[in-house]
């Protein structure tokens, strides 16, 4: 039982390239979510999806784009990365019930040169 | 605007001793708490939560208490120990909503 994959764990971008972050859950939770951390920031949501065909935006969303074709994915895209967009992006899943916890990956560290 | 607010970015505090670790919040519909632990290169872990109907919950060394009139929240880890030696996120969430609110973070470190 993995819970929640992510990959890769580590990438490096140049500006303006594009790429794929993948996250997938063994869970069969109908919440899934994205995060990014970022020293003295703490967590803040990027893009959440309640179950396959619905997202929403988070706290920030720009630069991010998200679809959810099936409970177990959840891909986060960046369609032309910028050096802010370097930052550790922790998908996590659950919460959907109300009151319950989310679980998280182990996270994919992305550097935009 | 920071919802959920750690004033304290860091603590030291000897091994055997309490812990306490604070939280503030400024949405009075948060509804649900949580306290995350989170090692170097491993995502959070979730430790303990509390729903605003109780102002206390336990689970082995780790108590939450949530004071709603003062809107804080506060983690004590009785006794502590060096593997406790990590960051702590708070995080909150309100009623009809999926989004979790987290705090910037409090990296403790026990003292042998």
């Known amino acids: 039982n993995a819970g929640v994959t992510q990959t890769p764990k580590f990438q490096v971008l140049k500006t303006g390239q594009s790429m794929t972050l993948q996250c997938a859950q063994d869970?069969?939770?109908?919440?899934m979510s994205w995060y990014r951390q970022d020293p003295g920031m703490g967590l803040r949501l990027i893009h959440y999806?309640?179950?396959?065909?619905?997202?929403d935006q988070g706290e920030v969303p720009n630069g991010y784009n998200v679809s959810r074709s099936t409970t177990e994915d959840f891909p986060l895209r960046l369609l032309s990365a910028a050096p802010s967009q370097t930052s550790v992006y922790f998908c996590?899943?659950?919460?959907?019930?109300?009151?319950?916890?989310?679980?998280f990956g182990n996270g994919t560290r992305l550097t935009v040169t | 605007d920071q919802q959920v607010k750690q004033n304290s970015p860091s603590l030291s505090v000897q091994e055997g001793r309490i812990s306490i670790l604070n939280c503030d919040y400024t949405?009075?519909?948060?509804?649900?708490f949580l306290w995350y632990k989170k090692y170097p290169a491993e995502g959070p872990t979730f430790l303990i939560s509390?729903?605003?109907?109780?102002d206390k919950n336990e689970d082995g060394r780790f108590t939450v208490f949530l004071n709603k009139s003062a809107k804080h929240l506060s983690l004590h880890i009785v006794p502590s120990q060096p593997g406790d030696s990590a960051v702590y996120f708070c995080?909150?969430?309100?009623?009809?909503?999926?989004?979790?609110?987290f705090g910037t973070g409090t990296r403790l470190k026990v003292l042998a």
């Open positions: 996590a899943t659950g919460g959907g019930i109300r009151n319950s916890p989310l679980h």
């Open positions: 995080a909150a969430s309100g009623p009809g909503t999926y989004k979790y609110i």
């Open positions: 869970m069969n939770h109908e919440y």
């Open positions: 949405n009075s519909m948060f509804d649900y």
């Open positions: 999806s309640v179950g396959a065909g619905i997202t």
């Open positions: 509390i729903s605003s109907i109780k």
